[in-house]
């Protein structure tokens, strides 16, 4: 989890536009950098890192010795990044999981990038030979960007809105609400940079991860099985398992949120036993939140004795929740009741958790509801097609949600948080089972684990 933040083609030179970017300092407190592109007129970059892996030598804007014409801003991870590097003979420069997008850009161009990247992002590369910015975001948009342009071809771009709304209060003739947008998910965009700095898109593509690559480049080389009701539960835990262990990729302490339903007692379970598996000397922290004797306080407990967590419990009660609320709408940038109500524990929980322990990457169940049809109205759809065709929406508009709440909430206290059920080659799989297995029902797949 970290900050990017870019200006393209602003002709002012108020030092209010470049303190905007200190808006989002919270999402990288370890180290900060702002910088101008020599090669472009009117080009600012900035990025705030929160040091996970490489925390020596992976800092941004990212420039290699092999492609100086290139710069990199991305706030994400990058699982497959080993395999990528083996399967091209690519020589890096540092041991950074985002170094590898420079590598496969110079190589192949943007859009054969982003199919091959196996992870969460949203990236900003600018080649000064092309004169060209091209932004990207993952699937379902667990990195955050948003980005505005104008009629005068001035790009901004930030990792949460607050770090741009200083610039667009002082643009004439244009409507701020219309101009600032979140950045779609599974797109690109590549934009010409012309005279003066400024900027025309060129072209925005949906694009689709691994997209005409063989099958290894989705499973990560897991055999799956075909055949009865066994194999396709053998599948499943296959890959999501191995969803989990790959976002065990850290040099920081990872823990796991835990509030005693099956979703994160699942995470936090497999997290526990893979880092065990693989001798990590520091046991798993799991932590929950809740008022008084909430049910899901007693549950997490119980999953937490079961697995041998080191356990911290946060108890607020009704007013700190009530005073909590302007710092959580500052932070999710929302106004949504449910939104809000869903995120003030769990911002009091990443309080705590920044405060009070050394953990940093935390692990969390969000996007199992959307994907394995786990809301209560599920129960009630017409037929197994139309509970398909609303986990699909649900999973379309999350970063719009569920995933902006477990971001900002997080993110408020410089922590970085993943989502398994999100990983792309598990969704992918269990979108592709029959409707009616995925039904909420006694036959329901998830449920028979």
């Not at 995470?267 to 922290?285: E, F, M, N, R, Y």
């Not at 990443?350 to 692990?363: E, G, L, P």
Request: glycine fraction near 6%; charged fraction near 20%; proline fraction near 3%.
């Amino acid at each position: 989890m970290c900050g990017i933040w870019a200006l393209f083609g602003c002709d002012s030179t108020d030092i209010k536009h470049y303190a905007s970017a200190f808006a989002i300092s919270h999402r990288g407190p370890d180290c900060y950098q702002l910088q101008n592109v020599s090669q472009l007129r009117n080009c600012t970059l900035a990025f705030h890192r929160l040091c996970v892996v490489d925390t020596v030598r992976g800092t941004q804007p990212m420039r290699l010795v092999q492609y100086p014409h290139l710069t990199l801003l991305c706030n994400g991870e990058i699982y497959n990044f080993r395999k990528i590097k083996e399967v091209f003979g690519f020589s890096f420069e540092t041991a950074c999981d985002c170094e590898i997008i420079l590598h496969l850009y110079n190589k192949f161009g943007i859009e054969k990038t982003v199919s091959l990247l196996d992870g969460v992002f949203a990236c900003v590369i600018l080649d000064t030979n092309t004169n060209k910015v091209m932004l990207a975001r993952d699937t379902y948009g667990v990195r955050p960007m948003f980005y505005f342009t104008t009629r005068n071809g001035m790009l901004g771009l930030c990792s949460e809105a607050k770090g741009l709304g200083d610039i667009l209060k002082i643009k004439n003739g244009e409507e701020q609400s219309k101009l600032l947008h979140p950045f779609p998910p599974a797109h690109y965009m590549v934009y010409d940079v012309v005279e003066g700095g400024k900027v025309s898109l060129e072209k925005s593509e949906k694009f689709h991860i691994f997209a005409n690559r063989p099958l290894h480049w989705q499973y990560q080389n897991i055999e799956l099985q075909e055949g009865d009701l066994d194999a396709i539960h053998a599948n499943i835990r296959k890959l999501f398992t191995n969803a989990v262990e790959k976002r065990l990729m850290a040099s920081r302490r990872v823990g796991s949120l835990l509030s005693g339903g099956l979703d994160s007692s699942l995470v936090a379970a497999i997290t526990a036993k893979k880092l065990k598996a693989h001798h990590c000397p520091q046991q798993l922290q799991t932590f929950s939140i809740g008022m008084g004797e909430s049910p899901d306080l007693i549950a997490a407990r119980k999953v937490a004795d079961h697995i041998g967590s080191e356990h911290h419990e946060v108890n607020f009660t009704a007013e700190e929740g009530i005073q909590a609320v302007d710092d959580v709408i500052y932070a999710t940038e929302s106004f949504d009741i449910t939104t809000i109500r869903a995120s003030t524990p769990m911002y009091l929980l990443s309080k705590y958790i920044s405060q009070q322990t050394d953990t940093i990457v935390i692990m969390s169940g969000e996007g199992a509801d959307e994907l394995a049809q786990g809301y209560i109205y599920f129960h009630k759809q017409p037929s197994a097609e139309d509970g398909d065709k609303e986990s699909r929406r649900l999973l379309e508009d999350l970063h719009l949600f569920d995933v902006l709440r477990t971001d900002r909430s997080t993110a408020a206290h410089g922590l970085e948080v993943r989502a398994p059920f999100l990983d792309h080659a598990f969704t992918s799989y269990y979108l592709s089972l029959d409707s009616e297995l995925r039904a909420p029902t006694v036959k329901n797949i998830m449920l028979q684990l």
